[in-house]
């Protein structure tokens, strides 16, 4: 990766990663239901996708946006991510996910947990 000298770069970019931030107006809105993780010796990394049914019937995931970040920032946000959704399921009680997921990704105690916050 060549380096970009820090006062060629706009005002909003981080001369440390070479990353030109984007201004409110230019964060897109992304849609998933899909996921998948990665953990490294450095840093996690978050694939965050699109499963869509095609007119055969077969479903494919379709990749959105990746998500790299340190291990102590991907800590934090998912504890402040469950916390959040904690308080949501308490106010508005808890959603249903099909017994075959829970399943496969061995989810079914802490569904069962979540279940019971509202009651």
């Known amino acids: 990766m060549s380096e970009t000298p820090a006062e060629q770069l706009p005002p909003d ?5 070479n990353v030109q931030l984007p201004t409110t107006d230019a964060v897109p809105e992304i849609y998933c239901n899909t996921a998948s993780f ?40 998912a504890k ?19 017994d075959d997921v829970l399943q496969r990704l061995r989810l079914e105690d802490e569904y069962a947990a979540m279940r019971s916050l509202k009651q």
């Open 38 to 77: 990665t953990v490294g010796l450095y840093d996690a990394l978050i694939r965050l996708g699109v499963e869509v049914v095609g007119d055969d019937g077969k479903s494919q995931s379709h990749p959105v946006i990746h998500i790299r970040m340190s291990h102590p920032h991907a800590w934090v946000f």
């Open 13 to 17: 970019a981080n001369p440390h990663f």
């Open 80 to 98: 402040l991510l469950n916390r959040i959704l904690d308080e949501a399921i308490a106010d508005i009680g808890p959603f249903s996910i099909p």
